[in-house]
């Protein structure tokens, strides 16, 4: 298994190839959207290099739940309710969402992921 | 003038690969105006021909009409150049595909030696986009055949690929108009 260093040096590698920025540009903190500039069809090449990298199948709800952001059931006036955001944990236990549910927007989701939430997300697939 | 480079198929296996060729000549423009004095085929345009190859390759799993642009040239990476009466071969290889788009990687070589390697992702643009149509498909079809798309294509099994029955009946809507 490896460690969280080589996990995030892979991770690191698949960003700066897939979304052509710099190494020290890609941090832990740094959100994929607003810092690195991701945009949705540059998610595609980084599940798709992250699959290569480790060795690992990665379904797209699990990063990416539009299922639950669009359910009726768990949105009320553009913000995600309670029941979502329980939803939205269980889906997402790596994620930290501690920001997120002081106002949850659904519009502000998008931007939410951070490099070291993904680097969470691969060691429980690698583990 | 329409906008082809690349001039034939050569192979063309469903969802997975594709082979198109090239043939360069001094009778066309960029190979003029690109860098005078030295003629020689510009590889932005082998990045479109790779695009074209690999985008009808994927296009065609939803019988062409699906709407497919080329979002993000990923990797290109060039070694040589190519020059009039040299022949370009384009082997496009879907890596991966989803309901949104696809990765293509791409290698490029001419004469029958390596020149250069790209890789594109490709999207497949949904009702946000608007419903307009990219092909007639009547018109698309007849680019097809100059092409020799259904000619090579191949299923997995090996069976050979039938013109979709849209494509074909908009043909004939299209012969009826014109008489």
Redesign the interface.
């Known amino acids: 298994m490896p460690t969280s260093e080589e996990v995030f040096e892979k991770v690191q590698a698949a960003l700066v190839d897939a979304l052509g920025v710099e190494d020290d540009e890609v941090t832990p903190e740094a959100t994929m959207v607003g810092d690195l500039g991701a945009e949705s069809i540059d998610f595609l090449d980084i599940v798709f290099k992250l699959e290569k990298s480790f060795g690992i199948e990665i379904p797209r709800e699990e990063l990416f739940p539009d299922d639950i952001l669009t359910n009726a059931e768990y949105v009320a006036d553009g913000k995600v309710t309670d029941g979502g955001l329980a939803a939205l944990k269980e889906r997402l236990p790596w994620a930290d969402l501690s920001k997120f549910e002081g106002n949850p927007r659904v519009q502000d989701f998008g931007n939410l992921l951070t490099v070291q939430d993904l680097c969470k997300y691969v060691e429980t697939k690698v583990s | 003038m329409r906008w082809f480079w690349i001039d034939r198929f050569e192979e063309f296996e469903v969802g997975r690969h594709a082979v198109a060729l090239k043939n360069v000549t001094l009778a066309e423009e960029p190979l003029d105006d690109y860098a005078p004095g030295i003629p020689h085929f510009p590889h932005s345009l082998m990045i479109e021909g790779m695009a074209q190859t690999g985008g009808l390759l994927l296009s065609q799993l939803s019988e062409f009409k699906a709407r497919i642009v080329l979002?993000?040239v990923?990797?290109a990476e060039f070694d040589t150049i190519a020059e009039p009466g040299d022949q370009l071969r384009y082997r496009a290889t879907l890596?991966?595909i989803?309901e949104?788009?696809?990765?293509c990687e791409g290698e490029i070589s001419v004469n029958g030696n390596p020149l250069g390697t790209v890789e594109l992702?490709f999207?497949s643009l949904d009702e946000s986009f608007g419903n307009d149509s990219f092909f007639v498909p009547g018109d698309l079809v007849r680019i097809l055949r100059s092409l020799r798309l259904f000619e090579v294509a191949r299923n997995e099994d090996g069976s050979s690929v039938a013109i979709p029955e849209h494509m074909l009946a908009d043909e004939q809507r299209l012969m009826q108009l014109a008489k």
């Open positions: 979002a993000k990923t990797k890596v991966n989803q949104d788009g696809a990765i992702t999207a």
